[in-house]
């Protein structure tokens, strides 16, 4: 701990004589316990001092709240749902995290106990730290959903509120093909599909966009067309361009 006169800290040098009888004591963060702390004492009038004696500090324990984490993130596919894990931090030794509970709802989907129940009124009470997030049907991919939640300790102690982050997502994904070649030289482009929900194993991509400084070696006049997965896809850039 440390001691404090004035709102400055008191060091070596500063003692032994204070000019007043007034000093505050500030424990260490988190810390307490009896007979936390101990100093030598005398008084002077100026003149003469009087005997020390011993003064000895206990420090009472006080409940600080826990903090809930910020900057928690998940992926949800829209047409299933995902279950999220809130959690928190509590300094008080001894003290854990063992509830959250809503403060605000998600928009683009809505949240369910584990036990299947729709949470309906706020704020909800959550029995732990997990909750079901399912988007709704016409939810956009690519978009985010939040809401709020808070954490309590072992103490009944509440933390404020933050955010929890949503990034909806389709279930079909693809691996987006990139590479690199050279001067008049293909690249041969290879698509990964995979289904989040296993619905299906049978994919079409298609070309949006011709590239504007090559070819693709499937071609078609109207766009968007669809690419043949069974057969060779390449890009070829034109003679002579690189960059």
Same mark, same amino acid.
């Given at each position: ?25 500030? @424990? ?21 001092? %009087? ?86 049907? @016409? ?36 691996? @987006? ?9 293909? =690249?041969? =482009? ?8 296993? =619905? ?16 693709? %070696? ?9 690419? @043949?997965? %069974? ?13």
């Amino acid at each position: 701990g440390s001691l404090w006169y004035q709102g400055q800290k008191l060091t070596t040098a500063s003692l032994p004589l204070i000019p007043s009888s007034s000093v505050t004591f500030l @424990n260490d963060p988190y810390s307490y316990g009896t007979n936390y702390a101990s100093m030598t004492v005398y008084v002077s009038d100026g003149i003469a001092n %009087s005997r020390s004696f011993p003064l000895v500090i206990d420090v009472t324990h006080v409940n600080h709240n826990p903090n809930a984490t910020s900057g928690l993130s998940s992926y949800a596919v829209i047409g299933s749902q995902v279950t999220i894990t809130l959690s928190g931090t509590d300094f008080d030794p001894g003290d854990i995290i063992t509830n959250a509970s809503i403060t605000s709802f998600p928009t683009k989907g809505q949240l369910y106990t584990i036990g299947g129940a729709l949470i309906q009124t706020l704020p909800f009470y959550l029995n732990g730290l997990q909750v079901i997030y399912k988007p709704f049907a @016409n939810a956009t991919a690519r978009t985010n959903d939040s809401f709020l939640f808070n954490v309590s300790d072992n103490h009944y102690a509440w933390s404020s509120a933050v955010a929890y982050t949503v990034v909806l997502q389709f279930n079909i994904q693809t691996n @987006n093909p990139s590479g690199t070649t050279y001067e008049d030289q293909s =690249l041969p =482009l290879v698509f990964t599909d995979t289904d989040a929900l296993n =619905l299906t194993t049978t994919f079409v991509n298609y070309v949006y966009r011709l590239p504007y400084h090559g070819t693709l %070696s499937q071609t078609n006049s109207t766009l968007p067309y669809p690419i @043949n997965n %069974s057969a060779p896809f390449n890009y070829t850039p034109n003679q002579d361009f690189y960059g």
